[in-house]
């Protein structure tokens, strides 16, 4: 059995209990097509090297709405990390990314601060 075969297994087995497995920054690193291909991955996480330079680079931009549309040809959402503003957030969600990280969101919070950013947050949704 290779490793990825053993590393296939066990993440099925991981995913059999509930529990979603994630590639984090997707796009650097060791990141290989061929793991997208071979392992049971439930969503992309793209790294904000991508994100960040989008605005101002096209080529940028095309990777990271190719990136989305190949996690979703594959039955994955994807996530974008490092989304700092408006203008990001709004390019990301017409390449159809499901999922956002980054202070455009919010900054880092104590657990005693999540429930009234929450109530914020759906105030905000709800007025538009």
């Known amino acids: 059995m290779t490793d990825r075969e053993r590393a296939r297994d066990i993440l099925?087995?991981?995913?059999?209990?509930?529990?979603?497995?994630?590639?984090?920054?997707?796009?650097?690193?060791?990141?290989s097509l061929a793991y997208l291909r071979d392992l049971p991955i439930d969503e992309l996480k793209l790294d904000r090297s991508f994100i960040f330079p989008m605005a101002d680079d096209a080529r940028a931009a095309a990777l990271v709405s190719s990136i989305i549309d190949l996690a979703h040809s594959l039955g994955m959402s994807a996530v974008a990390e490092g989304v700092e503003d408006a203008v990001a957030y709004d390019e990301l969600v017409r390449y159809g990314c499901e999922q956002a990280q980054g202070f455009h969101?919010?900054?880092?919070?104590?657990?005693?601060?999540?429930?009234?950013?929450l109530v914020r947050r759906r105030a905000a949704v709800a007025t538009g």
């Open 105 to 117: 969101l919010s900054r880092p919070l104590p657990v005693a601060e999540l429930d009234a950013w």
């Open 12 to 31: 099925t087995q991981l995913r059999e209990t509930g529990i979603r497995i994630a590639v984090d920054d997707f796009g650097t690193g060791y990141s």
